[in-house]
T-cell receptor, first 113, second 114 residues
Framework: AQSVTQLDSQVPVFEEAPVELRCNYS??????LFWYVQYPNQGLQLLLK??????LVKGINGFEAEFNKSQTSFHLRKPSVHISDTAEYFC???????????FGPGTRLSVLP | DGGITQSPKYLFRKEGQNVTLSCEQN?????MYWYRQDPGQGLRLIYY???????QKGDIAEGYSVSREKKESFPLTVTSAQKNPTAFYLC?????????????FGEGSWLTVV
């Protein structure tokens, strides 16, 4: 079974500052890793995914994430945030060969003017 | 455009009533899912289906029922047995058999008990 931990439930940051949202996972098998964003009253939108290969993955809206197998982490970063990035962010994993997705509890990013 | 359509966006239910939330996808995805999200909370899996006419219970299936008569459709019925149904419901879908398919979501449906 897999599990996902997002250590920060809320992250406030000023506009144009960098941000890192942390995600750690636990699994006895290889996994695929995903980050999703949810704006108020909307569904989740895929930001990026790691399947294999380069450990640095670039996604939409200027976000990127780095897979670290030894630390079982997949932290999300953006060098300069905008007000419009205010949303809930979810990290998720799925086992290779499996199809069930396990989501973390989410991190609420609040970008302040 | 391809995607997942949920309807209605907002639904009100009286005590003791069953209600059905619709979910249709035109992505030709094999698997479909229903999640429940309470305000400020994460996602909890209600049911999922990997093939037509087959589905499995998730973590919180009690008080809910589903059907999968067509590949494109996966309606969720919230029965009167669900004691606290007020929540945001998300339908999702994904491919099977390909490595690393992401899961894609609809826009969600708000259900409120009045």
């Amino acid at each position: 079974a897999q599990s996902v931990t997002q250590l920060d439930s809320q992250v406030p940051v000023f506009e144009e500052a960098p941000v890192e949202l942390r995600c750690n996972y636990s699994s006895s098998v290889s996994v695929y890793l995903f980050w999703y964003v949810q704006y108020p009253n909307q569904g989740l939108q895929l930001l990026l995914k790691y399947l294999s290969g380069s450990t640095l993955v670039k996604g939409i809206n200027g976000f990127e994430a780095e897979f670290n197998k030894s630390q079982t982490s997949f932290h999300l970063r953006k060098p300069s945030v905008h007000i419009s990035d205010t949303a809930e962010y979810f990290c998720a994993v799925s086992a290779t060969g499996g199809q069930n997705f396990v989501f973390g509890p989410g991190t609420r990013l609040s970008v302040l003017p | 455009d391809g995607g997942i359509t949920q309807s209605p966006k907002y639904l009100f239910r009286k005590e003791g009533q069953n209600v059905t939330l619709s979910c249709e996808q035109n992505l030709n995805h094999d698997a479909m899912y229903w999640y429940r999200q309470d305000p400020g909370q994460g996602l909890r899996l209600i049911y999922y289906s990997q093939i037509v006419n087959d589905f499995q219970k998730g973590d919180i299936a009690e008080g809910y029922s589903v059907s999968r008569e067509k590949k494109e459709s996966f309606p969720l019925t919230v029965t009167s047995a669900q004691k606290n149904p007020t929540a945001f419901y998300l339908c999702a879908s994904s491919l099977l058999g390909t490595g690393g398919s992401a899961i894609y979501f609809g826009e969600g449906s708000w259900l409120t008990v009045v």
